[in-house]
């Protein structure tokens, strides 16, 4: 089923695939990473194995290992917002719009029976909610729901800690329609990609009370609304079982249980070889390529990806805080042998990231980095003031060093730290690296802005414009974790988000691009195509860019 758009209203005909929203630890896009950026098919969208419900076995356990376990599993809430949480949670959730294989946002007839644009002034959406949809204790998802998500998130309560306020804070009213299962969205000004506001929604019972929707979940699952809930959870051995909700209104699913183990990166190549877990998430981990290769029936796929790396900078004091030193920083640090050494071990394209909003190959991409080039770096620091004294750079008889805060028994980010450890270094710029337990990565350093500077990956879904915003605008934004901004993002995100025109509003998501790249907050590295190996059978789950999957039908292949 679509998403329709009333008759006459033209305008608002569905944006394309062109962009994103926030999942996991970040914003992602719809491009194909490629050697070619012109060449936008050498990898699949999704490269999982296909199976009817009827061709699936009933019964079973998946096992699937994860870095860490949640610290809340509120994934509106700041610290639910990391990739290892939205993961254990997605099967216990769900809302009115899924994303297809192709990026675009369709309607999801388990929780709704229509989503539809029916105004232009004001911009207003309705939903039919499907009324047999409940949460695990039974009661109905209504418009009560809808309407007390919008106000947790909306930043009129800043009691509220959540990720981001963008696009709830454009809704001026949530109110019931002909009924409780009628939702009427009205806003207060256009806001594009307002789908991505509906692939979820809260209890009124957790987002109507701030301390309930902070703290109520930092040891037990939210309310589930999906085919699976959480029926048991040792937070010391790092295991958390999903059982199918007694609940559940739609078909049946096919796995008994889902279970997720907390894996050290380091450790996951040898779990997935003993038979442990089913799965293993190789991303750029040559050591975990090589070990997939050698297991038995295994099979490794790699589709176009949602995620790229980079390094963020926190710049709001200290030598960072100086715009040259950045840019410096950018131009001595090799991104393209960065890139090589990360997706050339595992099979698949290496390119450069050279935008913050879109994907190479994607439509809207342009590349606006500063080149490699340490003549370039030289003179920037040199405009920054420091002089070249023997092997080290110095400015007022202080030295010039950074640190690099890295999470414990990640391989893949260690090494990246190690390549812009040795880039920097290598130039006259000492760099330590600071490990830290990976638990805490997020909760206890980066988000607090404890580092000086950090690299690891944003994934997110297709809406890439607005759900970039937050990573750069406002300053105090939950996600903007260099501590700086420019002052001219915040009038093109506005116009950007207000535009329904889509080339229109790729010309101002490039305008904000060259804005970014004027004062480099962030350095973009790589996008990562995901690269997963699977056991032998498993079905309807694995490497995929876009695609909701359907906890329904995964499980494993009759024989």
Same mark, same amino acid.
């Given at each position: 089923?679509?998403?329709?758009?009333?008759?006459?209203?033209?305008?608002?005909?569905?944006?394309?695939?062109?962009?994103?929203?926030?999942?996991?630890?970040?914003?992602?896009?719809?491009?194909?990473?490629?050697?070619?950026?012109?060449?936008?098919?050498?990898?699949?969208?999704?490269?999982?194995?296909?199976?009817?419900?009827?061709?699936?076995?009933?019964?079973?356990?998946?096992?699937?290992?994860?870095?860490?376990?949640?610290?809340?599993?509120?994934?509106?809430?700041?610290?639910?917002?990391?990739?290892?949480?939205?993961?254990?949670?997605?099967?216990?959730?769900?809302? $009115?719009?899924?994303?297809? *294989?192709? /990026?675009? #946002?369709?309607?999801?007839? %388990? @929780?709704?029976?229509?989503?539809?644009?029916? =105004?232009?002034?004001?911009?207003?959406?309705?939903?039919?909610?499907? $009324?047999?949809?409940?949460? *695990?204790? /039974?009661? #109905?998802?209504?418009?009560? %729901? @809808?309407?007390?998500?919008?106000?947790?998130? =909306?930043?009129?309560?800043?009691?509220?800690?959540?990720?981001?306020?963008?696009?709830?804070?454009?809704?001026?009213?949530?109110?019931?329609?002909?009924?409780? @299962?009628?939702?009427?969205?009205?806003?207060?000004?256009?806001?594009?990609?307002?789908?991505?506001?509906?692939?979820?929604?809260?209890?009124?019972?957790?987002?109507?009370?701030?301390?309930?929707?902070?703290?109520?979940?930092?040891?037990?699952?939210?309310?589930?609304?999906?085919?699976?809930?959480?029926?048991?959870?040792?937070?010391?051995?790092?295991?958390?079982?999903?059982?199918?909700?007694?609940?559940?209104?739609?078909?049946?699913?096919?796995?008994?249980?889902?279970?997720?183990?907390?894996?050290?990166?380091?450790?996951?190549?040898?779990?997935?070889?003993?038979?442990?877990?089913?799965?293993?998430?190789?991303?750029?981990?040559?050591?975990?390529?090589?070990?997939?290769?050698?297991?038995?029936?295994?099979?490794?796929?790699?589709?176009?990806?949602?995620?790229?790396?980079?390094?963020?900078?926190?710049?709001?004091?200290?030598?960072?805080?100086?715009?040259?030193?950045?840019?410096?920083?950018?131009?001595?640090?090799?991104?393209?042998?960065?890139?090589?050494?990360?997706?050339?071990?595992?099979?698949?394209?290496?390119?450069?990231?050279?935008?913050?909003?879109?994907?190479?190959?994607?439509?809207?991409?342009?590349?606006?980095?500063?080149?490699?080039?340490?003549?370039?770096?030289?003179?920037?620091?040199?405009?920054?003031?420091?002089?070249?004294?023997?092997?080290?750079?110095?400015?007022?008889?202080?030295?010039?060093?950074?640190?690099?805060?890295?999470?414990?028994?990640?391989?893949?980010?260690?090494?990246?730290?190690?390549?812009?450890?040795?880039?920097?270094?290598?130039?006259?710029?000492?760099?330590?690296?600071?490990?830290?337990?990976?638990?805490?990565?997020?909760?206890?350093?980066?988000?607090?802005?404890?580092?000086?500077?950090?690299?690891?990956?944003?994934?997110?879904?297709?809406?890439?414009?607005?759900?970039?915003?937050?990573?750069?605008?406002?300053?105090?934004?939950?996600?903007?974790?260099?501590?700086?901004?420019?002052?001219?993002?915040?009038?093109?995100?506005?116009?950007?988000?207000?535009?329904?025109?889509?080339?229109?509003?790729?010309?101002?998501?490039?305008?904000?691009?060259?804005?970014?790249?004027?004062?480099?907050?962030?350095?973009?590295?790589?996008?990562?195509?995901?690269?997963?190996?699977?056991?032998?059978?498993?079905?309807?789950?694995?490497?995929?860019?876009?695609?909701?999957?359907?906890?329904?039908?995964?499980?494993?292949?009759?024989?």
């Amino acid at each position: 089923m679509q998403i329709r758009k009333a008759k006459g209203l033209g305008a608002l005909a569905l944006l394309s695939a062109a962009a994103l929203a926030i999942a996991g630890c970040a914003p992602g896009n719809t491009a194909a990473p490629s050697a070619n950026p012109d060449d936008q098919n050498s990898l699949p969208s999704t490269a999982w194995v296909r199976a009817d419900a009827a061709d699936v076995q009933d019964g079973g356990t998946l096992t699937l290992a994860v870095d860490s376990m949640p610290v809340n599993w509120n994934n509106f809430h700041i610290d639910g917002n990391e990739a290892n949480t939205n993961d254990i949670v997605s099967a216990m959730q769900g809302g $009115p719009i899924k994303i297809d *294989e192709s /990026g675009k #946002p369709v309607v999801n007839s %388990d @929780y709704a029976e229509s989503v539809e644009l029916t =105004n232009e002034d004001p911009q207003t959406v309705e939903i039919k909610l499907n $009324p047999k949809a409940v949460w *695990e204790d /039974g009661t #109905p998802i209504t418009v009560a %729901d @809808y309407e007390a998500t919008w106000k947790a998130n =909306n930043g009129s309560n800043p009691d509220y800690v959540v990720i981001s306020t963008t696009g709830w804070d454009q809704i001026s009213s949530v109110e019931q329609g002909e009924n409780e @299962y009628d939702v009427i969205i009205t806003f207060s000004s256009i806001y594009a990609d307002w789908q991505g506001l509906l692939s979820q929604v809260l209890p009124a019972s957790v987002a109507n009370d701030p301390t309930t929707f902070n703290t109520g979940y930092l040891t037990k699952a939210l309310p589930s609304s999906g085919p699976f809930l959480l029926g048991s959870f040792d937070a010391t051995a790092g295991i958390a079982t999903l059982e199918r909700n007694p609940k559940w209104w739609g078909q049946a699913p096919k796995l008994e249980t889902i279970v997720y183990r907390a894996v050290s990166q380091d450790q996951q190549g040898t779990s997935f070889s003993n038979g442990e877990i089913d799965a293993l998430n190789i991303s750029a981990n040559a050591d975990l390529y090589q070990t997939a290769q050698n297991v038995q029936g295994a099979q490794i796929q790699a589709s176009n990806g949602l995620t790229w790396t980079h390094i963020t900078m926190r710049a709001s004091d200290g030598p960072l805080a100086d715009v040259n030193v950045r840019k410096a920083v950018a131009s001595i640090v090799n991104r393209e042998q960065i890139a090589n050494t990360a997706n050339s071990p595992v099979g698949v394209p290496a390119i450069t990231q050279g935008s913050y909003v879109f994907m190479p190959g994607q439509d809207g991409y342009t590349d606006e980095s500063l080149p490699y080039d340490t003549d370039a770096g030289a003179k920037y620091l040199e405009d920054a003031g420091y002089t070249k004294d023997g092997d080290s750079w110095v400015k007022d008889g202080t030295p010039l060093k950074f640190s690099v805060t890295v999470p414990a028994d990640t391989a893949t980010n260690i090494q990246r730290a190690e390549q812009i450890q040795a880039d920097l270094s290598e130039f006259g710029i000492p760099v330590d690296l600071n490990t830290v337990p990976v638990g805490g990565y997020f909760s206890d350093y980066i988000i607090p802005g404890d580092f000086q500077m950090v690299t690891f990956s944003w994934r997110g879904t297709a809406y890439p414009i607005s759900s970039s915003e937050s990573l750069f605008s406002p300053v105090d934004s939950a996600q903007n974790y260099t501590g700086i901004t420019d002052p001219q993002l915040a009038d093109l995100w506005q116009k950007a988000n207000t535009d329904l025109d889509p080339d229109s509003r790729l010309q101002t998501a490039e305008e904000i691009d060259k804005v970014l790249w004027s004062y480099v907050p962030i350095i973009p590295i790589a996008p990562l195509p995901n690269v997963y190996a699977v056991k032998q059978g498993l079905v309807n789950w694995g490497a995929t860019q876009f695609e909701t999957v359907d906890w329904t039908i995964v499980g494993f292949q009759n024989s």
